[in-house]
Each structure stands twice: as structure tokens, then as C-alpha cells.
């Protein structure tokens, strides 16, 4: 099993940043690849970044430019999400995946962005 837990969200004015941590524990050697989703009030769960095991990144169209999806290389298991020129409609609860190759996948709890236009 894996465990995730999401920290660093906040209230943030548009325009501003705010940088995502996602640490996971347990078997974290069945990690095969990482997302961050988000879930607005009303809108549908979506996928806004991911990460593989191999480094390859794939952003939704709406974030792309402005965020970064990473795995922070002294802790290769904690995941970044860095979220710049952030915007409104980026206001939602963000919560970290986890693709396993084995086992059933896990998901964080979230953590709240909040941003002020």
C-alpha cells in the first residue's frame, strides 16, 4: 500500500504562486506514476498534471506554461506541483494520485488553493 499526504495550499491573489508537496510512504517502489487532480465546487474531478517513473510530464491545456510537475531529487518521493500565474478558476482542492503497478492505486486528501481575483 501507499500512502499520500498533500500539503502547501493556501490563499494566494491571482497572479501569485504557490508550490504543492505530495509525500508518499509505504510501498513507493510500485509507484509508477503520479497526478495531481483538482475538483472545483460543481465541476468534475480532472487530472491537471502527471509524472511518470521515467520523468515524462503531461500537463492539462489549461495549466500548461504556468505549472510544473516534479519529484524532488533529494526526497524521490515527494512530488512537486509549482503553480505560477495563477489564476480564479484555478480554485479548487488538489489531490495527489498514485498509479501502482501493483496493488490498488492511492489518493491523497487534498489540500485547498484558493485563489483571490
Known amino acids: 500500500q501507499v500512502q499520500l499526504v498533500e500539503s502547501g495550499g493556501g490563499l494566494v491573489q491571482a497572479g501569485g504562486s504557490l508550490r504543492l508537496s505530495c509525500a508518499a510512504s509505504?510501498?513507493?517502489?510500485?509507484?509508477?506514476?503520479i497526478g495531481w487532480y483538482r475538483q472545483a465546487p460543481g465541476k468534475q474531478r480532472e487530472l491537471v498534471a502527471f509524472i511518470n517513473s521515467g520523468g515524462t510530464t503531461n500537463y492539462a491545456d489549461s495549466v500548461k506554461g504556468r505549472f510544473t510537475i516534479s519529484r524532488d531529487n533529494a526526497k524521490n518521493t515527494v512530488y512537486l506541483l509549482q503553480m505560477n500565474s495563477l489564476k480564479y478558476e484555478d480554485t479548487a482542492v488538489y489531490l495527489c494520485?498514485?498509479?501502482?503497478?501493483?496493488?490498488?492505486?492511492?489518493w491523497g486528501q487534498g489540500t485547498q488553493v484558493t485563489v483571490s481575483s
Open positions: 509505504g510501498s513507493t517502489n510500485s509507484i509508477n506514476a
Open positions: 494520485h498514485a498509479f501502482l503497478r501493483i496493488g490498488v492505486d492511492a
